[in-house]
């Protein structure tokens, strides 16, 4: 499947080449990070402390990642923490929000930059915001025994008409988490129906509003704190 994967990625990238190519020259964009995205070269982690990977795709899942972090970082001030996003302005959000971090961009789902990128990190697993489910990233993962997570994850009904038709593939990137925490109900029974062991799916509800106040002896709040060891 990673193979299979890359050609379908090189052959997506080559016919979108053009339009990157013009809003490079025409708008500035994309001419940073490619060496991060395209070969997984992202910064070296030496130290041998516990290392805790979020990845969040741009603004507005880096911005769901606030009163996480902030309970992460008070429970856990020994784990160094990585957060890695796709777009430009997610990236320059991520280094105001949390300057104090590792901060760089996610590799593109190419099988030789997810596994190089989690070889120089080495976390001690990984958190996917919402649903962003990169299928060689997460072989990767599972191939180097690093604990997958997915918070305040979400699947809108369009969505899911298309995951659908990927069943099994959905199925078999599914189970290879750890924890599912679903925003409620709605999304859980959708990942349910797409292949999510119920015993790993959670509802959790919305980490989306900053300053969110958390019930610390709520079930479903302990499973993420177990989960994080917080």
Known sequence: MPWLLNVVYFALLVLVSPVLMYRRVAHGKYRDGWSEKFWGRLPQRTSSRPCLWLHAVSVGEVLQLRPLMRELVAARPDWEFVITTTTRTGLDVAKKEFPQHMVCY???DFSWAVRRA????????????????????????????????????????????????ARPLLRSLLKRFALLAAQNDEYADRLRNLGAPSDRLHVTGSIKFDGVQFDRDNSKTRTLRDFFGI
């Open 118 to 165: 989690i070889q120089r990190i080495r976390p001690s697993a990984i958190v996917l915001v919402e649903l962003e489910l990169w299928p060689n990233l997460i072989l990767a993962a599972d191939r180097l025994r690093v604990p997958l997570a997915l918070i305040n994850g979400r699947v809108s009904a369009k969505s899911f008409r298309g995951y659908r038709r």
């Open 106 to 108: 996610c590799p593109l």
